[in-house]
């Protein structure tokens, strides 16, 4: 590798700074010897740059110093190329690898993915906070810190509590799935927009496993240094067969299957007849199978859709339990449900006592076909705020239409978002208590830090 020269091109990209475009570290921080040390301090892959992996080659995702972050791309270069002048819009470097310490480990597997301790989540949490608590910033310093692919909007099931039941759900957006050259798009413009997390939701619309090519998604995003998944399944087709072409080296997998213990009561709620002992049969299978260790299932109660009396659902919650082995792979929680912005009767008594709705400080969803949405809630495409496919993530967070969104919310005025017209959110008290902010928290930083 000594010798071996490389061409650090800096693309021009919104920095997450205060909105300012910028070329490269020096224009947005204070110009010092350490900039420069600073990019290349990342970590690069170790070995043969031939022999990267191919989706790595050309990606690099910079930091400088501070919370700015640029964007990069390592291409392999003639010594001759490198000392030609750069394009005029375009910042280069040239960089001998062979002044660079390699690293070895999980973290050279993608130049820029970081395993964050406690302190650093807590430190994360504290700027959200900040940013969308005190601030009310519309311009967000930092990339989005939950981020959520739709894998497809097709569905096995049509349960009344999901605008997916609705006749006309895909008048607006036509039944597809994603493929992995799109992941594989999406995935790029994630990390080149500085987000080093390891955790990826896979949810929106839609049931995952509907998408046959959903485990071969799993493994562009393991390229990608996401190994550690998150998504909500209705159990259907969770069979061994499916859950074995997951891949499992080194991938953590957290999934939530909606069940109940009233066998005619999920069938007709979830509009799926002879779907329950299925459901049931998969969980139990999957759960005693030693090979899937690397899975953890939290299985959801739905009682509380039909059900109020709260001794009545604390006794479904414990039969629900007695279905199941005992195992530390297995958690129990209850469903509250939501309005899905207003295509649903609220379970909210009143409409008051608004609060400022979290979510455009620190989410991003992308539907299967690129679309951003508003959130978990805009089922459909209420509210599209940019396109993956078409646009660099930054350009989406802090562009316009986000923007509007934060100043929207923020300034009482959800009726201006259509997503958010008519949501239930920004009056659901519970979601706002400290109660409900110290368990988001507590749980967020024990599952980042598996
Ligand atoms: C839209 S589904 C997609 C994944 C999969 N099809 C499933 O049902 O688990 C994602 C999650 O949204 C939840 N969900 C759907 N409608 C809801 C509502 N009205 N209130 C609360 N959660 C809801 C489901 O329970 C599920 O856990
Ligand atoms: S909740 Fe899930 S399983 Fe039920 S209709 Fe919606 S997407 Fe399908
Ligand atoms: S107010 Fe409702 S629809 Fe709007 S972002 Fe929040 S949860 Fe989503």
Known sequence: MTGAYFMLTIQQVPCAFEGRVVMGPKACCPPSESNEAASLAEPLPSGNPDEWNPSLQNRAVLSCPG??????????????FARARPKSGVETKRVDLSK????????????????SGPFSKLMAGGRIFWHWAVRRSEVLPYPPVEISIEPTNRCNFACQFCPQSSPSHFDQIPASAIQPDGVEVLLGKIRNSGVKSDLLHWTLDGEPFMNKRFHENLAVARDFGFSKHHFATNGMLLTLDRLSRLP????????????CSDEAYFEQVRGTPGSWKTVRDNLI???EDPSLAHIQFKITDISSYRFNDPQ???RRFDELQSIFPKSDRVSFHRRVFHNASGKLDSR???????????YPWYTFF?????????????????SVLGNLFEQELMEIWNGEKYQAMRRDLAGKRPECQSACDGCDMPYDAAKFSLRNFVKTALHRMLILSR
């Open 67 to 80: 919370l700015h972050t640029v964007v990069g791309k390592w291409t392999k270069t003639s010594p001759r």
């Open 100 to 115: 660079i310490e390699s690293k070895s480990g999980a973290k050279a597997l993608m130049p820029g993915v970081a395993k």
């Open 248 to 259: 499992s080296e080194g991938m953590s997998y957290v999934k939530t299957p909606d069940f």
């Open 285 to 287: 299978a999957a759960i």
């Open 312 to 314: 009545d659902l604390d």
């Open 348 to 358: 909210l008594s009143s409409k008051e006592g608004y609060r400022v709705c979290p």
């Open 366 to 382: 992308i539907a299967h076909n690129g679309d951003v949405v508003a959130c978990c809630r805009d089922l459909e495409h209420q």
